[in-house]
C-alpha cells in the first residue's frame, strides 16, 4: 500500500520567515495530495490540495508543489505568523486493489510548526 | 460553514465497558471516513462508508469493533468490549466521493480514554 514519508517532524521559525514541509510518497498511481492543519483539540482542517495534473498551486500565503517523477510534495507558508503555528499533515490518495480510487487517504506523520513572535 | 459534527466530545470508561461514538456528516456529504489518532500510529483510517454502504474496515479490529450508518446523518462508531489501547482520538470526515482526489472535512473527534 501507499506510504507517505513526512519531514522535519518540527519546524521553528520566526515570524515573517518561511516554512517549507515536504513529503514523498510511494504509490506513482496515487493522483490526490491535500495538506491539512490541525489545532490543539480540533479535528485536521484541509488548507490546500493539489492533483497530478498540476504542479503548483497557491492560495494567498501558502502554495503546494507536486514532482510526480521524484513522487514529493511541497508545502511553503509565507510571511508566516504566529497563528500559523500548529501541526501540518500532508496525504495521498490511494488506489484500492481493483485499481480504482475511492479517495482512501493516506497521511504523513505530521510537522509541529512554531512561529516565534 | 457547514461542519462534520461528533458527540460525544470526550469520553472516560471503564475497560469492558461499549462505547458509542456519532457523527452527523455534512449534509449532502455521501462519503463518510472514521479514523483514529494516537502519537504512536498518527492519523489511520478504520472504516469508510459511500452511500451508507462500507466500503473498506480493513483498518478496524473486527472482533471489538463495529461502524454503521443507520441514514444518511449519522454514522456510528461502537467498541464492545473497549481496552485500555483504544485510548485515543476518533475522528469522523465526510465528503463527496464523485471518484478520485476528493477533499475529506474533518470534525473535531471524540478523545476517548478507557481506564
Known amino acids: 500500500g501507499e506510504n507517505v514519508e513526512q519531514h522535519p517532524s518540527t519546524l521553528s521559525v520566526q515570524e515573517g520567515d518561511s516554512a517549507v514541509i515536504k513529503c514523498t510518497y510511494s504509490d506513482s498511481a496515487s493522483n490526490y495530495f491535500p495538506w491539512y492543519k490541525q489545532e490543539l483539540g480540533k479535528g485536521p482542517q484541509l488548507i490546500i490540495d493539489?492533483?497530478?495534473?498540476?504542479g503548483e498551486k497557491k492560495d494567498q500565503r501558502i502554495a503546494v508543489t507536486l514532482n510526480k517523477t521524484a513522487k514529493h510534495f511541497s508545502l511553503h507558508i509565507t510571511e508566516t505568523q504566529p497563528e500559523d503555528s500548529a501541526v501540518y499533515f500532508c496525504?495521498?490518495?490511494?488506489?484500492?486493489?481493483?485499481?480504482?480510487?475511492?479517495?482512501?487517504?493516506?497521511f504523513g506523520q505530521g510537522t509541529i510548526l512554531t512561529v516565534h513572535p | 460553514d457547514a461542519r462534520v459534527t461528533q458527540t460525544p466530545r470526550h469520553k472516560v470508561t471503564e475497560m469492558g465497558q461499549e462505547v458509542t461514538m456519532r457523527c452527523q456528516p455534512i449534509?449532502?456529504?455521501?462519503?463518510v471516513f472514521w479514523y483514529r489518532q494516537t502519537m504512536m500510529q498518527g492519523l489511520e483510517l478504520l472504516a469508510y462508508f459511500r452511500n451508507r454502504a462500507p466500503l473498506d474496515d480493513s483498518g478496524m479490529p473486527k472482533d471489538r469493533f463495529s461502524a454503521e450508518m443507520p441514514d444518511a446523518t449519522l454514522a456510528t462508531l461502537k467498541i464492545q468490549p473497549s481496552e485500555p489501547r483504544d485510548s485515543a482520538v476518533y475522528f469522523c470526515?465526510?465528503?463527496?466521493?464523485?471518484?478520485?482526489?476528493?477533499?475529506?472535512?474533518f470534525g473535531d473527534g471524540t478523545r476517548l480514554s478507557i481506564l
Open positions: 493539489i492533483r497530478s495534473n498540476v
Open positions: 449534509l449532502g456529504h455521501n462519503t
Open positions: 470526515a465526510s465528503g463527496l466521493g464523485q471518484g478520485a482526489g476528493q477533499p475529506q472535512h
Open positions: 496525504a495521498a490518495s490511494t488506489l484500492n486493489a481493483g485499481g480504482t480510487s475511492y479517495g482512501k487517504l493516506t
